[in-house]
């Protein structure tokens, strides 16, 4: 079974970077999809990003042109570069992946928090203004 183990959060002031990873332990996520959600406090979760494991990649219109996912298989990691950030974007991120059996890759499977299996704990990021 595939774990989860999420690193990168942290304080950054409006406008400044961060980069949260996403760890596999116990196995490879390679042959899975991989996302990124997060919620603010008293928020709903919401969708972030998204890299198929085919490679096609999708992004919340709210990050679009600011975020940046990418996987490195022999790290066997999936990280979210997070530029230009907004105290808007304060919330805990999580990452999750899809099950072995799931195909799908479109925009509207993999941007919904059903379509994952696994979940990490999550890590907090706090803009600042």
């Known amino acids: 079974q595939v774990q989860l183990v999420e690193s990168g959060g942290g304080l950054v002031q409006a406008g400044g970077s961060l980069r949260v990873s996403c760890a596999a332990s116990g196995r490879t996520f390679s042959d899975r999809a991989v996302g990124w959600f997060r919620q603010a406090a008293g928020k709903e979760r919401e969708f972030v990003a998204a890299?198929?494991?085919?490679?096609?990649?999708y992004y919340a219109d709210s990050v679009k042109g600011r975020f940046t996912i990418s996987r490195d298989s022999a790290k066997n990691t999936v990280s979210l570069q997070m530029n230009s950030l907004k105290p808007d974007d304060t919330a805990v991120y999580y990452c999750?992946?899809?099950?072995?059996?799931?195909?799908?890759?479109?925009?509207?499977?993999?941007?919904?928090?059903?379509?994952?299996?696994?979940w990490g704990q999550g890590t907090q990021v706090t803009v600042s203004s």
């Open positions: 890299i198929s494991r085919g490679g096609e990649i």
């Open positions: 999750a992946v899809t099950p072995r059996i799931a195909f799908f890759a479109s925009y509207s499977y993999l941007s919904l928090q059903g379509s994952y299996a696994t």
